[in-house]
């Protein structure tokens, strides 16, 4: 037991003990690895879009000499800042970099061929004329960016026909696509399965894209056994439908009255992962 003394005592002790006294402490954290962004990408990317299987294009650069580097030249222009801005966080030339591409003689004469292209007459003999004029040899790349600029459905479908009967190079499935989405824009459900067919016997893949395309023409043209038809042959192929393609079949089946259909295409979406959109939710209100 402390006696009285020896409590002041103690205290007085504490009370001249060093008040500033810096304590430096050693943490360590043991944070898990961020996910691997490689692999979140392919899984996004594992299925691309037509428009992502088009941006290559917009990168690409026709060129008469692609090996050819480019360098800078000349010494670049200062760059002016206001004062009453805040400083950026980055300023450098790669901040307001162009591609190239847009700039390319050969592109600016595409596009150019392109418009004369689409404002030509409709018969075959006005459009076989203009082809005359077409600037450069249509390779791979040139003739898809002009296939992917024509908007009437009868020019895209002429153009498509005259690069398949020059034979220069193979036409793959993103040719068929490109054609195939302008003709959905026309309701053109008889070309689109035409196409369709001309794949299977040439050899051409069916993506899912292709069958999507083909799945909501048939849909926007009330050709609804049309679509239960190609929806069971991509069924069959293995291929995953797209959100698009879930919902347009599940629409169709509702209005075909195949209510357990319906229920079982909509329970096999969701277990793959599928999120229904507003069409899909009002065919469920409907059917349920």
Known sequence: ????????????????????????IFCNSSKKAPPNTAELEFQEHKNPSLSEQLK??????ISDQPNQTHQLLSKPKSTWVNPAKPKPAVLSLQRHKRSSYSYNSQVKDLRFFAKKVNECGSSEESFLAVLEEIPHPPTRENALLVLNSLRPWQ????????VKSQNLFPLETIFYNVTMKSLRFGRQFQHIEDLAFQMTE????????????????????????????????MYKTGLMPDEVTYSAILDVYAKLGKVEEVMSLYERGRASGWKPDSIAFAVGKDVW
Not at 2 to 19: E, N, R, Y
Not at 56 to 61: A, D, F, M, Y
Not at 206 to 231: M, Q
Request: net charge positive; aromatic share 12%; charged share 20%.
């Open 155 to 162: 020019k895209t479908l002429l153009f498509f026909k005259w």
């Open 1 to 24: 037991m402390m006696t009285q003394s020896t409590i002041i005592t103690h205290f007085t002790h504490l009370h001249k003990l060093p008040t500033k006294k810096k304590l430096t």
């Open 56 to 61: 290559p294009l917009s990168t690409i650069i």
């Open 202 to 233: 040439n050899g051409v893949e069916l993506d899912n894209i292709t069958y999507s395309t083909i799945i909501t023409c048939a849909k926007r043209c009330n050709l609804f056994d049309k679509a239960v038809e190609w929806f069971e042959r």
